[in-house]
């Protein structure tokens, strides 16, 4: 009975882990991206999350130098956002920043979409750091900006000793659940399993681009009830 209690496993749906939540990564603003095209698949997403009981949903699109969003288009696209969705989830908006000589020209101009007024979503490429990337985040933080890396997990180049040296100097993380459940793959959901184990993450994400891919994702019976309640405790 105690090993199945802990080999049993659950989806994202049915462990109840959206009641309240706070999804921190998604690119469901649509238009601006490579995340959903029309306002009518974002209404559709927002109608699932709602239905699934999640609480706050954090708006972020890319911000890079192949898509050179600007912080008064995302503004104004979030307002049409606000202005079409009329249901209960809490929207928020900031955005996830390449790591690029783009996102050094907002931060010397102190021109962020953060969260809660300091915090700020950042990435790199997936197989190669930015030759510059502590400079950057100490930058950040020098700026008194809290950089928090997403999805990190999903760095081919990164290692458990290059995750405890961003730990140690500040840099929080922050898991997407899709890779809990295989969807990048299963490096990627080893390390995020991990990682969670760790107790390294400080917050999770969708970092949802689609309809049909966030409800197959959420209705995968991949997770245990442990990382269940781990998932619960961010």
């Known amino acids: 009975m105690f090993r199945n209690l802990f080999s049993r496993r659950t989806s994202i749906l049915s462990g109840g882990l959206l009641s309240g939540a706070t999804d921190r990564h998604s690119h469901i603003l649509w238009g601006v991206d490579d995340g959903v095209k029309t306002v009518q698949e974002s209404l559709e997403i927002l109608s699932f999350l709602e ?24 503004q104004s696209r979030f307002a049409d956002m606000k202005a079409a969705y009329q249901g209960k989830i809490e929207l928020n908006l900031a955005s996830e920043y390449m790591l690029d000589t ?5 931060l010397e101009e102190r021109d962020l979409l953060t969260m809660e007024e300091d915090t700020v979503l950042v990435e790199t490429s997936t197989w190669n750091p930015p030759y510059n990337m502590d400079a950057l985040l100490h930058a950040t933080m020098s700026a008194g900006y809290r950089p928090l890396l997403a999805h990190p997990e999903r760095y081919r180049y990164m290692e458990m000793p290059d995750y405890e040296r961003l730990s140690a100097m500040g840099v929080r993380f922050q898991l997407n659940l899709p890779s809990l459940v295989g969807f990048y793959g299963s490096t990627a959901r080893k390390k995020a399993e991990t990682l969670l184990k760790k107790g390294m993450y400080s917050c999770w994400g969708s970092d949802c681009h689609r309809s049909m891919a966030i409800r197959r994702q959420y209705e995968e019976k991949e997770l245990k009830d442990k990382e269940i309640s781990l998932l619960k405790d961010l």
């Open 102 to 106: 783009l996102y050094e020209k907002h």
């Open 51 to 74: 239905s699934a009981g999640l609480g706050t949903l954090w708006l972020t699109p890319h911000t890079a130098e192949d898509m050179p969003n600007t912080t008064e288009s995302l």
